[in-house]
């Protein structure tokens, strides 16, 4: 006899044994001990979410002779319901019997009174690829039941019903089975089957199985029968062309550092290998999520993939946003590969434009942004102004003609925590309204200046500061371009009421410091706070012209009448 696969052999056969489906299972369960069990059935959801073997539980179990414990799984009419050989249970499944005919012969058996349990039991899988006239003639007995007769109906696409089947049904919709469910129940199938399994494993058939649970035993007997029951995860990956995560993530740093013969090297090895690459997509939009998820919570419990240093590589090496835009790219670029004549070439057009397009975005809107005209003054056309510098210490943002921002030095982390010296929660909140208050900004003289600010975020402040945290260097470069962070101040200043030099830095320089500033707080070695001196806007005043003809002429060569 052929070996039973393993979905067969550990389908459920008690309410208690069902996997997921809590809420169904419950209410199912008390209607049966109630005495409540409806006369139709509606059963919706995804592949292998346990809708048959739900409705061949309710079958069983409103046949029972124990009503308080059924199923009981002892009596006469559980035994012969687990072997297929009960009178008054009929499966149907409509993907082969569609036709009205079929349904008819059904209509007409079910008058009949049960054979030998308490009700007839009609189970009708697929019933959504019923005909129309079957479904008309399923509608007519739906209306008016006959007695001791209860319908189950089975589908995945419940939309191509009828409305007035699904009207007179009790619609249950079963929901994906979580990971953790299906990972524990492969691993006590393991150990029933005496499989050596670990859970890395089994989490990576979970993954495969996306929520469905008769996908995942099958994934698993395979890997049984390939591997002698030693399943591992280089197993698996073997079996079904997939990568490890270590190789996803050593992908992803190749394109954050933008190394493109590394990149096409691997995705040509990747071919050769069989590597499934829809699969090996949704890996690395995993990782991404994974690594944005720890950057921001270092919470590793809540991480599914990667373990906590390869998340801190790849946040080390890059933005939370970044990797975000890498995961939209990434999701957009998954529906292209159907339709490519080459899923290889296209998945390699998608990592080299994640690996140059992030630079030159960048490069493009700080361009822009720079290069935009200035506002003419806001105080008068016919104001001029000058820079200087105060008597005291010179700040390190100096008033000086416009330069190249990408040549502009990045602030040291230490000059970083004596600007956090200086910040609190207070100032903060203030600065914080400032930039809510921008958004609502939309003249043409400060249009520059807003879209400017708004690329970073207020990451502290201070009464003589604030600390703008930007996902990318070349945004915190432009704000600290010496012209272009007078015209900011002065901006903020008359525009915003928010008198304060401002210091651009990246989100990782912010969090670096941030680290350094707790450790010397806790060791009470927290340095001085950073000398801020504000930039000075002296008017020039236009002489008058008899101030003007004295000038030249000399005081007395000149009456004035």
Not at 114 to 124: A, N, S
Not at 293 to 303: A, E, F, Q, R
Not at 466 to 478: D, G
Not at 535 to 540: F, G, L, S
Request: charged share 25%; aromatic share 6%.
């Amino acid at each position: 006899m052929a070996k039973l696969a393993l979905y067969q052999k550990y389908r459920s056969s008690t309410f208690e044994e069902m996997v997921g489906q809590e809420y169904i299972v419950k209410s199912i369960k008390n209607a049966v001990r109630e005495g409540k069990v409806g006369h139709a059935y509606l059963f919706c959801g995804p592949r292998g979410t346990g809708k048959t073997s739900m409705a061949r539980l309710l079958a069983k179990a409103v046949n029972c002779e124990h009503p308080d414990i059924a199923p009981c799984g002892k009596c006469e009419n559980c035994i012969a319901a687990l072997n297929g050989t009960h009178p008054d249970i009929v499966e149907i499944n409509a993907a082969n019997e569609t036709h009205v005919d079929d349904i008819r012969e059904l209509i007409q058996s079910a008058v009949l009174a049960p054979m030998q349990g308490l009700h007839k039991v009609y189970i009708i899988d697929e019933v959504h690829q019923l005909s129309s006239a079957a479904s008309s003639a399923l509608l007519k007995t739906l209306e008016e039941p006959p007695e001791n007769v209860i319908f189950i109906l089975a589908t995945t696409d419940p939309q191509k019903l009828l409305p007035t089947i699904i009207s007179r049904c009790q619609r249950f919709d079963f929901t994906k089975v979580r990971l953790d469910q299906i990972r524990d129940h492969l691993l006590w199938i393991a150990q029933q089957e005496n499989i050596k399994m670990d859970s890395r494993a089994a989490e990576l058939i979970a993954l495969m199985a996306d929520g469905g649970m008769r996908d995942a035993l099958s994934i698993m007997d395979q890997c049984a029968s390939y591997t002698s029951d030693d399943i591992t995860e280089e197993a698996i990956d073997r079996i079904y062309g997939l990568a490890t995560t270590q190789e996803k993530v050593d992908l992803l740093k190749n394109v954050i550092q933008k190394d493109l013969r590394k990149i096409l090297e691997r995705i040509r090895q990747y071919e050769q290998q069989g590597i499934d690459l829809q699969r090996f997509t949704d890996g690395m939009i995993d990782i991404l999520k994974d690594a944005v998820i720890y950057g921001n919570t270092k919470d590793v419990s809540l991480m599914k993939v990667l373990d906590e240093q390869q998340a801190g590589e790849l946040c080390g090496m890059c933005t939370s946003g970044t990797m975000m835009r890498m995961c939209e790219k990434l999701i957009t670029a998954k529906e292209k590969f159907r339709i490519a004549t080459s899923a290889a070439s296209a998945f390699e057009v998608t990592m080299i434009a994640m690996a140059v397009e992030e630079q030159v975005v960048v490069q493009q809107v700080v361009q822009q942004v720079v290069q935009a005209p200035a506002p003419k003054n806001s105080t008068s056309a016919s104001m001029q102004s000058s820079e200087v510098k105060t008597t005291s210490d010179v700040s390190t943002i100096e008033a000086k003609p416009k330069a190249n921002p990408n040549v502009i030095q990045p602030l040291s982390i230490d000059m970083i925590v004596s600007l956090l010296v200086l910040c609190n929660k207070a100032e903060k909140a203030k600065a914080e309204q400032a930039w809510q208050q921008m958004k609502n900004m939309y003249a043409v003289k400060t249009r520059k200046y807003v879209s400017m600010l708004m690329t970073g975020k207020v990451a502290a402040s201070g009464p003589d500061c604030v600390v703008v945290a930007c996902p990318e260097q070349a945004f915190a470069n432009a704000i600290n371009e010496p012209k272009m962070n007078e015209d900011l101040y002065f901006f903020a200043k008359n525009d915003l009421q928010m008198d304060k030099m401002l210091y651009a830095i990246t989100e990782n320089d912010m969090a670096k410091a941030t680290a350094r500033f707790r450790d010397l707080y806790r060791a009470k070695a927290l340095p001085k706070g950073y000398d801020i001196q504000r930039y000075v806007r002296v008017e020039v005043v236009e002489p008058t012209p008899e101030e003007k003809v004295i000038a030249l002429f000399g005081a007395e060569n000149v009456e004035i009448v």
